[in-house]
């Protein structure tokens, strides 16, 4: 054998190397396969468009091995409808929601969940397994997925995907020093709650009552209000399973989501100074920037 015959086998086993030896989950992020249905978003309004019209508008080669594989991985997980020879590319109804400016937070959130995990088999079995639990280490997971039906050979790119779009989505979260699996519904509970903690100090009008008033004169104000938060929800008793749900509620929605706004979230049980703790809540609930009134049960 020559030495281009054998240059041409060794390029040929790294092709057979390369080849995936399934189709039960896509060969990219959820987040990659978005290029393709965002792209027909911005210039295509969302509407039908021609394949061609589509690429030369992103500036991409249709034809590109790059170019076909975005397409695949968009079908299949099921954003578009068209292959990589059709005509024209289009967004499935779910790739709308997932998408489009028009959908409310929870409504994308639920689209994107139900594409990027629910509908994919393999990612479904990993999080019906893990969710609300500490994430395990790699050679589990991959365990796991082989249960699924996912060939050895390609168990860690299944978990690595997996776990990229966890991540994307917002249901991996470290929390108190470990990644944790948040159950979706917690994780759209918390775009809903969002609207109610973020509100401009002028939309909260200070109209105390005589003896609340008195009550707020007695507590030393400190630190700059128009940062602060003041969150109120249940909390339990130390260790109780009401903090444990309340602590994660906080740590994983409410705080990350405030993060942006440069909000710190204040709990009446963190309130750091000595005095009656009800003229305290009462003073933080007057004060703070934005506040959320509401009894939520977490706990469910």
């Not at 039960?24 to 911005?42: D, G, R, V």
Request: aromatic fraction near 6%; include cysteine.
């Amino acid at each position: 054998m020559n030495a281009e015959e054998k240059k041409a086998t060794a390029e040929g086993a790294k092709k057979v190397k390369r080849t995936r030896r399934t189709t039960l989950f896509p060969a990219s992020s959820f987040e990659e396969a978005l290029t393709i249905p965002n792209a027909i978003q911005k210039h295509a309004s969302g509407d039908k468009v021609r394949r061609l019209t589509l690429f030369d508008q992103m500036g991409k080669s249709p034809d590109s091995g790059a170019s076909r594989q975005l397409i695949v991985n968009s079908n299949k997980y099921g954003l578009t409808k068209g292959n990589y020879t059709a005509e024209h590319l289009e967004l499935t109804p779910a790739g709308k929601a997932a998408t489009s400016a028009d959908s409310s937070p929870k409504d994308k959130l639920t689209a994107r969940f139900k594409l990027a995990i629910s509908n994919i088999p393999p990612f479904k079995a990993l999080y019906e397994a893990q969710k609300g639990n500490r994430l395990p280490a790699p050679a589990v997971l991959e365990d796991l997925a082989k249960d699924s039906g996912i060939p050895a050979a390609d168990a860690k790119e299944c978990v690595e995907i997996f776990i990229v779009n966890a991540k994307f989505l917002g249901i991996l979260k470290p929390i108190a020093g470990a990644e944790r699996i948040i159950p979706i519904e917690q994780v759209i509970e918390g775009l809903s709650t969002i609207q109610t903690i973020v509100r401009p100090a002028s939309d909260v009008e200070e109209r105390p009552e005589a003896g609340v008033a008195e009550q707020v004169k007695t507590v030393t104000t400190e630190g700059d209000w128009g940062n602060v938060c003041f969150y109120i929800s249940p909390i339990g008793d130390d260790d109780s399973e009401h903090r444990k749900h309340a602590d994660l509620f906080l740590g994983s929605i409410v705080e990350p989501a405030l993060e942006e706004f440069k909000l710190k979230v204040v709990r009446a049980d963190k309130i750091g100074k000595a005095g009656m703790i009800t003229a305290q809540v009462v003073e933080y609930i007057l004060k703070s920037r934005s506040y959320l009134k509401k009894n939520l049960d977490i706990s469910s």
